[in-house]
């Protein structure tokens, strides 16, 4: 049994097909930990709340003795939860942002959709793209006689991905700066990733869907991304 201080995990989307539960579960079942963090996206927007893997989920956490902070995300933002629904006994708080404060450093904690809203630039960016893109289109198809556009496939996606990705990591180092914190702990882009960056330290936790991973804490304050894509069981 692995022990850490705390576990975080983000993007599960239980109820979704391509969620890797299976994996999940078996990870959940060999570890303790005084804390569970969920950043958000655990259940997939169109899930039936009588799922098994949904079911399966609570039992798992019910079963452990884990302070459990419930961040939603962007797929659980528009309904009540199942995860609060089917424990009417134990109901979970939830928050939209969570400072956790590790004795160490002040963790600043959210799934990362108020990206979308927050960024004008990415608002720009999105408007501007879709024009670009029914423009290289239209070239393309002239030129080629209808086969399908690779111009902005190849060239302009890359770039626009390449932007909307540092700009998301520099949204929240800035948000976590401004909160005084010196760490932040995400989600939502399905990257696992740890950045070094001059505000703030980046951590994202990854998915349950292409990664299979997620964040750790050891007792010593210290954080841990693990994949888990290429270990078969
Ligand atoms: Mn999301």
């Known amino acids: ?11 599960i989307h239980l109820g979704s097909q391509h969620c890797k539960s299976k994996q999940l579960f078996n990870m959940l079942q060999k ?33 452990k003795d884990w302070n ?8 659980e933002k528009d309904r009540i939860h199942p995860l609060i629904e089917l424990n009417p006994q134990n109901p979970l708080k939830t928050y939209h942002y969570y400072i956790y404060k590790n004795g160490k450093q002040n963790i600043y904690l959210t799934h990362g959709d108020s990206f979308h ?11 501007t793209l879709t024009r670009v893109k029914k423009t290289a289109q239209k070239i393309e198809d002239k030129k080629y006689r209808g086969e399908a556009s690779t111009l902005y496939h190849k060239k302009v996606k890359p770039i626009a991905q390449k932007y909307l990705h540092n700009s998301y990591i520099n949204y929240l180092t800035k948000l976590a700066k401004k ?5 932040t702990i995400c989600g939502h882009i399905h990257l696992p990733e740890v ?15 292409n990664h299979s991973s997620y964040i750790v804490e050891e007792f010593n304050g210290e ?7 290429n270990i078969i069981n």
Do not use: P
Not at 68 to 75: A, C, E, F, S
Not at 179 to 183: P, V
Not at 195 to 208: F, M, S, V
């Open 1 to 11: 049994m692995k022990k850490y201080k705390s576990i975080f995990l983000s993007d």
């Open 31 to 63: 570890v303790e930990a005084k804390n569970l963090f969920l950043v958000g996206d655990i259940i997939t927007q169109n899930a039936k709340a009588d799922n098994k893997d949904i079911e399966k989920f609570i039992e798992i956490i019910n079963s």
């Open 68 to 75: 459990i902070v419930y961040i939603l995300g962007n797929h």
């Open 117 to 127: 809203n927050k960024d004008i630039f990415n608002r720009i960016l999105k408007f």
């Open 179 to 183: 909160n005084n914190c010196q760490s």
């Open 195 to 209: 950045i070094k960056t001059k505000k703030a330290l980046y951590l994202n936790c990854g998915d349950w869907v």
């Open 223 to 229: 954080f841990k991304l693990i994949t888990l894509k």
